[in-house]
């Protein structure tokens, strides 16, 4: 009777009673909370429809037990004209790195509270709801960790462990895979991986890996001495658009040595003893040298004095013998003051 006495939209129409319908374009939200963002939130658009031949004031609840997200909406009280509808936006606002499992549900309860002007009883009220589900966005962050980055040096055809850890620090358990990042331009190198230069662990959320490794052995042939890079890289395989995380290590390879280097089999010198070596032999070549120069002067002292061969008595021989001998010892000096210019003996050599 109440309905009959209110003005109809349309004389040749039948009236539609008062009600109202809610919908909303998203009834599984989620909540990006990847760091850096500070604040995030998500926002989802909500309809209200009049159905009814009159206008009416509609009201918005929410049903809503969220603790580390807010559910806020943006009116909660309309005026609608007949057959039409209004929009408004829900907004779920929470904090950074809340965890992927959180799980809230919501409802939004429409309530039809005036018609026409009039209020309408609570025991007539026409009501409409929507529910929905809304999650926290999945994301990763993995931070990959060596404990000794000091440069690895190794010889031809050695072997040794490259070991680290990967830590999760996503917001779910991920499995993080590793790599090394430029294995052709090594393998190219004549580097290998007998282990392989690929794995994936699985790691709890906010926990770190066991020790890890990969072996990496040296080419067979180093014809000289040189360094390389080595760049292990981690990333999420829960999330493609986390950022990777890298880090780098040296390599120093020492060239050949032993036989073909020098020859003989004889090990390679040292600087150290190359030159000392070098001046034991400067020292021997000067010796020989002096000696020969030595040997030039006194024969040339002896070419400009004229032969004499005194008589020597029978009886005195062994006597003269003996003072020759002495005078030649005496004379020495003499003659070696004769070599007064050693330039000159170099020069004739």
Not at 94 to 109: E, V
Not at 134 to 163: N, Q, Y
Not at 192 to 205: H, M
Not at 256 to 268: K, M, R, V
Request: glycine content about 6%; aromatic content about 6%; some cysteine.
């Amino acid at each position: 009777m109440l309905a009959m006495s209110l003005p109809l939209t349309a004389s040749s129409q039948v009236p539609t009673g008062p009600g109202v319908e809610i919908d909303c374009d998203d009834k599984k939200p989620k909540i990006d909370v990847r760091p850096p963002n500070s604040n995030p939130e998500v926002q989802i658009k909500c309809t209200l429809t009049n159905p009814s031949s009159f206008e009416e004031q509609i009201s918005v609840d929410k049903e809503w037990d969220g603790v580390e997200i807010e559910m806020t909406l943006e009116e909660d009280s309309f005026t609608i004209a007949p057959g039409e509808e209004e929009d408004f936006t829900v907004t779920f606002s929470g904090q950074s790195r809340l965890a992927a499992d959180l799980l809230y549900d919501f409802t939004l309860i429409a309530t039809v509270t005036n018609v026409a002007n009039l209020d309408w009883p609570e025991a007539l009220a026409s009501n409409a709801t929507v529910e929905g589900e809304l999650g926290i966005e999945m994301f990763g962050m993995v931070d990959l960790s060596v404990a000794d980055k000091s440069t690895r040096t190794l010889s031809s055809g050695e072997e040794i462990p490259l070991t680290f850890q990967a830590q999760n620090n996503g917001n779910s358990n991920d499995d993080i895979r590793i790599v090394i990042e430029n294995q052709n331009e090594l393998e190219e190198a004549g580097f290998t991986f007998p282990g392989g230069a690929t794995l994936t662990v699985s790691v709890e959320k906010g926990s770190t890996s066991d020790t890890l490794e990969f072996t990496l052995r040296s080419p067979s042939d180093i014809p000289e001495d040189v360094r390389y890079q080595i760049t292990l890289q981690a990333s999420s395989v829960n999330d493609d658009d986390a950022t990777l995380s890298e880090t780098t290590l040296s390599i120093q390879l020492e060239a050949n040595t032993g036989a073909g280097s020098l020859g003989g089999g004889l090990e390679e010198l040292s600087k150290d003893d190359a030159v000392l070596y070098g001046g034991i032999a400067a020292a021997g070549l000067f010796g020989i040298i002096l000696i020969v120069a030595l040997s030039k002067a006194l024969r040339k002292r002896a070419d400009s004095q004229p032969m004499y061969v005194p008589p020597v008595d029978v009886e005195d021989e062994e006597e003269t013998e003996a003072e020759f001998d002495f005078e030649d010892l005496d004379d020495l000096d003499d003659m070696l003051d004769d070599v007064d210019d050693l330039d000159d003996v170099f020069a004739d050599l």
